[in-house]
């Protein structure tokens, strides 16, 4: 069974830093893209950053330069290592696992933790 | 940068009903489109990838159709569990970049 879960959310101010973490199990870690995907609150579903399993990552422009997705294969862990952090990032995240598709252009996101909720304030 | 949109903003209908849901995106995306369906305080759940495939464990009610720019996600009768938000997916070419359209609440009429 495929398990996703998230921890490290908490209370913090404008301008600190805050890491997640992901624990994952029930498939071959190593092998399969992962992503962060955040919530604001009461608003819809915003992609944050995704890492691929030979390590290439990309990330969306609101969270360019502040935030750092890696990976810790040996231990079935994602991260997402988020500074400067800023009011507009409070959100719940999710860790998501990458999906089938027949193209790269179809990369989805196939099983998400529960979230762990940051909030940003002073 | 594809944008997507979905329409309409919320679907009020009865158990038993169909609902239709739509997602255009700005420029063609082919058929590389997923939808998602999100409970209130739960995590989404992957329905449709690749337009017109279903995921794991979704109940055959659950269709998805189009290509190009336009899609639409059809659940053929509404069980009381289907109530939720629903949102389309695409990634972009290059350099990956992947994009949620805003959503369609499907609530109780």
């Known amino acids: 069974e495929v398990q996703l879960v998230e921890s490290g959310g908490g209370l913090i101010q404008p301008g600190g830093s805050l890491r997640l973490s992901c624990a994952a199990s029930?498939?071959?870690?190593?092998?399969?893209?992962m992503g962060w995907v955040r919530q604001a609150p009461g608003k819809g579903l915003e992609w944050v950053s995704v890492?691929?399993?030979?390590?290439?990552?990309?990330?969306a422009d609101s969270v360019k330069g502040r935030f750092t997705i890696s990976r810790d294969n040996t231990n079935n862990t994602l991260f997402l290592q988020m500074n400067s952090l800023r009011a507009e990032d409070t959100a719940v995240y999710y860790c998501?696992?990458?999906?089938?598709?027949?193209?790269?252009?179809?990369?989805?996101?196939?099983?998400f933790g529960q979230g762990t909720l940051v909030t940003v304030s002073s | 940068e594809i944008v997507l949109t979905q329409s309409p903003a919320t679907l009020s209908l009865s158990p038993g009903e169909r609902a239709t849901l739509s997602c255009r995106a700005s420029?063609?995306?082919?058929?590389?489109l997923a939808w998602y369906q999100q409970k209130p305080g739960q995590a989404p759940r992957l329905l449709i990838y690749?337009?017109?495939y279903r995921a794991t464990g979704v109940p055959a009610r659950f269709s998805g159709s189009g290509s190009g720019t336009d899609f639409t996600l059809t659940i053929s009768r509404l069980e009381p569990e289907d109530f939720a938000v629903y949102y389309c997916q695409q990634r972009s070419d290059w350099p990956p970049n992947f994009t949620f359209g805003p959503g369609t609440k499907v609530d109780l009429k």
């Open positions: 890492i691929y399993s030979g390590g290439s990552t990309f990330y």
């Open positions: 029930g498939f071959t870690f190593s092998t399969i893209y």
């Open positions: 998501a696992r990458g999906g089938h598709s027949d193209s790269s252009r179809g990369e989805n996101f196939d099983y």
């Open positions: 420029q063609t995306v082919l058929t590389y």
């Open positions: 690749d337009a017109s």
